[in-house]
């Protein structure tokens, strides 16, 4: 009997998402994607990112890790922004739109959160697959990279049209 990987103790409505038990699902990258996965779990995980981790969260002050949050979070509030008017949600587009030139500017980078000290609302990073998923298209197969995460073929679509434009510009 193969594997399902549902567990017992879901009840019915978390199921909705998942596709029905005894169907296959089409993955063309199933064979790359298992040994990513046993890579990282087996190797990589243990012996790089968890140690690292754990240096960090032990030997870095809270306000230089607040500060680095802060760096990376602001680099996506202009994908936040475009995504957000993708999906006809103008004012939470703005308001992405300001927390990223404020805090680059006056937020050293973004290192300091000052847009969140002037009101402007911290909505939820909205992605490429957000935004196409707003309007039906369903999801797609998936990369399980080196860096413990899964990359989608949206995301990798979304950074290959970012570093377009900015060879092109």
């Known amino acids: 009997m193969k594997d399902t990987g549902v567990d017992a103790s879901q009840n019915s409505a978390d199921l909705s998402s998942e596709a029905p038990v005894g169907t296959d699902v089409y993955d063309p990258f199933e064979g790359f994607n ?3 996965f046993t890579f990282n779990y087996d190797y990589l995980d243990p012996y790089l990112v968890r140690p690292v981790s754990l240096a960090y969260v032990n030997y870095t002050p809270v306000p230089i890790r607040s500060g680095v949050s ?3 979070a ?3 509030e202009p994908f936040s922004a475009v995504n957000n008017v993708v999906m006809g949600n103008g004012s939470k587009a703005l308001d992405h739109f300001n927390r990223f030139w404020i805090n680059s500017t006056l937020g050293l980078l973004g290192f300091i959160d000052i847009a969140s000290a002037a009101g402007i609302d911290k909505h939820d ?3 490429f697959g957000d935004a196409i998923g707003h309007y039906g298209v369903g999801t ?3 990369f399980m990279v080196q860096d413990t995460a899964r990359l989608s073929c949206v995301k990798v679509l979304t950074l ?3 570093f377009t434009h900015l060879f092109l510009s």
Request: charged share 30%.
């Open 125 to 127: 990073k909205k992605e």
């Open 140 to 142: 797609g197969p998936y």
């Open 74 to 76: 602001n680099l996506d």
């Open 70 to 72: 802060n760096f990376l």
């Open 34 to 36: 298992r040994a990513m």
């Open 160 to 162: 290959l049209m970012a």
